[in-house]
């Protein structure tokens, strides 16, 4: 017997069928949007989002690429301006003779030049020099404009105004001026490539000097190469006061490298070494500095340097190779090389040390 089910739209009013459907209708809709039309519209309104953050992204870049072009053109203008192709005395001489063309052009009287300094930077170097004048103030005016103005890049750092005496129709000032130049002069070896710089004073050729060393290198060690001591003490062969350390970074030869940081100013690190009156040795060794300066010099076994002649500033995070020619006042036991950084917290990067006697050249 078959069975037979009664329709319920049947028993429905047609008032309840309309609710019925209309209730179907919400239902399906509301499933539409929540599974179709919300989640396009939400990845609809993230890839707007997206298109805005990319084209935004693109217009900084397209500015950042046009100041690069602009950077350039101004570099490749200025470049030639900025070479440092002069040796040290003939920079020197040059912005010396520039400030009293300017003095003179501007009828004032220049006093006193100072001795000339130099501080260093990672890409540059500047050139330094403190000198008086004396004028009345128009020309003064036109001597400071002068300065500003020159073909050769000159700066006034610092402008102090002396007070005039009763009486005195001139003016007194003193002035810092520097020169920027970017050091063009480097020697390149397999591994690296670092500039070369001796102390003030050096006369001869580094050429011809390389070419009269004798005999073995002197100081033991020169590459760092060995730490018997570990990794965070000192390389064999070399002491100091301050914190040492292997480094891998900043190498100019071989494998390794010394890092120093001074945890109080004036400390540093040398190595001991016997070395005869009469005799003339070379030094050289390659160094870089960070978060300070440094000093390179030849000192007594107390640690005072042999002569002021024959103290250099290490400056700047490349490594450069100094060079110096000495000898030593009496025979005995000297600290070569002895590096000392001037703050807490400096550090220096050593490699490439060597000490050896200079024969006659004859």
């Known amino acids: ?65 046009q ?14 301006l900025l070479s440092e192709e002069e040796t040290r005395e003939e920079i020197h001489t040059n912005l010396r003779d520039e400030l009293r063309r300017i003095a003179g ?16 930077y990672d890409h540059f170097r500047e050139y330094i020099v403190t000198i008086q004048a004396r004028g009345r103030i128009p020309a003064l005016a036109v001597f400071l404009r002068g300065i500003q103005e020159s073909p050769k890049l000159l700066r006034i750092d610092e402008l102090n105004i002396r007070s005039r005496s009763f009486g005195e129709d001139s003016q007194r000032i003193v002035l810092r001026v520097s020169r920027a ?4 002069a480097e020697s390149v070896s397999g591994q690296g490539t670092w500039k070369t710089r001796c102390p003030s004073g050096e006369t001869e ?8 060393q004798t005999g073995v290198n002197l100081i033991q060690n020169p590459g760092f190469e060995l730490w018997a001591q570990g990794i965070d003490g000192f390389p064999d062969g070399w002491e100091g006061d301050t914190l040492p350390a292997r480094d891998t970074q900043h190498v100019g030869e071989g494998q390794s490298a010394l890092k120093i940081q001074a945890q109080e100013p004036e400390e540093g690190v040398y190595q001991t070494v016997s070395l005869e009156k009469g005799t003339q040795y070379l030094l050289r060794l390659l160094a870089a500095a960070a978060n300070g300066y440094g000093t390179l010099s030849v000192a ?15 400056g700047g995070r490349d490594l450069t190779e100094y060079y110096m020619s000495f000898e030593v006042p009496e025979t005995g036991e000297y600290r070569v090389p002895m590096v000392q950084l001037d703050t807490q917290n400096a550090m220096a990067y050593l490699d490439g040390a060597s000490l050896k006697a200079l024969g006659s050249g004859k």
């Open 205 to 212: 050729s580094l050429l011809i000097l390389e070419g009269r």
């Open 105 to 120: 052009r501007s009828r004032v009287e220049m006093i006193n030049y100072g001795r000339p300094d130099e501080e260093f």
């Open 1 to 65: 017997m078959a069975l037979k089910f009664p329709s319920i739209s049947r028993q429905l009013t047609s008032r309840e069928r309309r609710l019925a459907g209309i209730t179907g209708t919400a239902i399906a809709v509301g499933l539409l949007y929540w599974t179709i039309v919300k989640p396009g519209w939400d990845r609809w309104s993230e890839l707007e989002s997206q298109i805005g953050d990319r084209e935004e992204k693109l217009a900084d870049l397209q500015d950042t690429v």
């Open 181 to 184: 130049l970017v050091s063009v």
């Open 300 to 314: 007594d076994s107390d640690g005072i340097p042999i002569s002021e002649e024959l103290i250099v500033s290490i």
């Open 67 to 80: 100041e690069g072009d602009d950077v350039e053109k101004e570099y490749r203008q200025y470049k030639e």
